[in-house]
C-alpha cells in the first residue's frame, strides 16, 4: 500500500489584504470557529471539517 502526500496548508492562502487590513477569504463556522471549506462538485455546500456542520448553499447564493 502506498502512502499518499497531502498538500501543505499554505497560511497566506487564507487571507485578503487590502487597504492595510486583513480579511479572511473562507467562511468562520458558526459552530467552533474554524475555517470552513467551499465544495461545489455534487451538492454545493460550506463544510467544516473539525466540527461537521454544514451549510447548503442555496439557489439565490450560487448565482452570486
Request: net charge positive; aromatic share 10%; hydrophobic share 25%.
Amino acid at each position: 500500500m502506498e502512502k499518499t502526500k497531502s498538500k501543505e496548508k499554505k497560511i497566506h492562502e487564507y487571507y485578503d489584504i487590502k487597504d492595510g487590513k486583513i480579511s479572511r477569504k473562507l467562511r468562520k463556522c458558526p459552530r467552533c470557529g474554524s475555517f470552513m471549506a467551499s465544495h461545489q462538485q455534487q451538492i454545493a455546500r460550506w463544510s467544516c471539517g473539525a466540527c461537521s456542520y454544514t451549510e447548503y448553499v442555496t439557489l439565490e447564493e450560487a448565482k452570486k
